[in-house]
């Protein structure tokens, strides 16, 4: 059960009110809706061409072994792409302001193996709602040889973990598609979080059962059916969910996980300090945001701080509307966490991994 936890009501700052109204007049002021636009359309061709074109070269067997496991190391490319630039903002219901739309393009979760509803409520509800908060954020949940929280159980291989954890990265999508998403259903099904949050427990399991048995089939018994030997189907499954887990992972990782943002423990009483928002910028942080390369390939995450505040606006906007929240921050004298370039931020990471894994990092209180 989740316990009961109220963010303030009352913004001293009127930080929230005032960087609504500006990003509101922003897209009135230039008439554009929140939603994707043909930029969106045009990555959804991009990534599902990283994905199934491969996918059909595997098919197809006219490459030789080390062509087909280049395909699955794309495929891999493909399917974080698939990930992070158009299921993730279909779930958020920013791809497209058409209903159907929207709710096609969720199932793409689904497509490469995923489910959209465990990710829902995992993402949508928990991680957007109790941002780094322990036992209500499950994303800094304490993961098998990993300690992501200051208030995690902290264990003697800990203090390697910031050698070890892009390992256990590349791992991560694989062990989703195969073990997570079954043991959240369970989970959410039994607490209850899954009629509560507005879904069907009978109607989610089946969907979530069928769906794999499609992906499975399609990614692992359709090919040997065909005649690709299934050792190289094999092997090429896991390399593509290693590029998938390694590049996905670090990208979520490095919006919370790194120097600045806080962890926040719960206050006895449910009540917090801050509002809602001001939670938000003071546990993401950006990275990033100039390299227009990196934002085209991670779908606009590297603007975390942006999509946490206005997570049903489409990441296509997120560039524009970073200096409104910015200044904005800046303004109200309110913390606005940037990483200029990548590989600070995944060094601010590691850093950050080494400083958890030696106990030496302490939680903020939210009273």
Not at 68 to 89: E, R
Not at 258 to 278: F, L
Request: with cysteine.
């Amino acid at each position: 059960m989740i316990p009961t936890v109220k963010f303030a009501r009352k913004d001293p700052h009127n930080f929230f009110p005032t960087i609504r109204k500006r990003v509101n007049e922003y897209f009135e002021k230039n008439k554009i809706k929140k939603t994707g636009n043909g930029l969106l359309y045009l990555k959804t061709i991009v990534v599902f061409s990283f994905y199934f074109i491969p996918l059909a070269l595997i098919f197809a067997q006219v490459l030789p072994v080390w062509g087909a496991l280049i395909c699955y190391l794309l495929m891999g490319l493909g399917n974080s792409g698939i990930g992070l630039c158009v299921m993730h903002d279909a779930n958020h219901g920013s791809y497209s302001r058409i209903k159907w739309v929207n709710t096609l393009m969720e199932y793409t979760t689904n497509m490469i193996g995923a489910s959209s509803f465990t990710w829902k409520i995992q993402h949508n509800v928990l991680h957007h709602s109790y941002t780094n908060m322990y036992e209500l954020d499950e994303d800094i949940d304490d993961k098998p040889f990993l300690r992501l929280s200051p208030e995690g159980k902290l264990k003697w291989y800990h203090k390697f973990q910031h050698w070890y954890a892009p390992l256990l990265y590349s791992l991560a999508t694989l062990s989703w598609v195969t073990r997570k998403d079954f043991k959240q259903l369970i989970n959410y099904n039994k607490s209850g979080m899954t009629e509560r949050c507005g879904f069907n427990p009978t109607r989610e399991t089946i969907i979530m059962i069928a769906s794999k048995l499609f992906y499975y089939f399609y990614m692992l018994v359709l090919p040997i059916m065909l005649g690709v030997t299934w050792w190289v189907v094999i092997l090429g499954f896991v390399l593509m969910h290693a590029v998938s887990g390694l590049l996905i992972t670090f990208v979520f990782q490095l919006a919370h996980l790194v120097e600045g943002p806080e962890h926040t423990d719960i206050p006895h009483d449910g009540k917090m300090n801050n509002t809602w928002a001001i939670h938000q910028l003071r546990s993401t942080a950006n990275f990033a945001t100039k390299n227009k390369l990196v934002t085209f390939l991670v779908g606009g995450l590297n603007f975390q701080i942006e999509h946490h505040l206005f997570p049903t606006i489409s990441h296509i906007h997120y560039e524009k509307i970073s200096e409104i929240v910015k200044n904005a921050a800046k303004e109200f004298n309110l913390p606005y966490h940037e990483f200029g370039k990548v590989h600070e931020a995944v060094i601010s990471h590691m850093k950050i991994l080494k400083l958890l894994g030696q106990g030496e990092m302490q939680v903020h209180s939210g009273a």
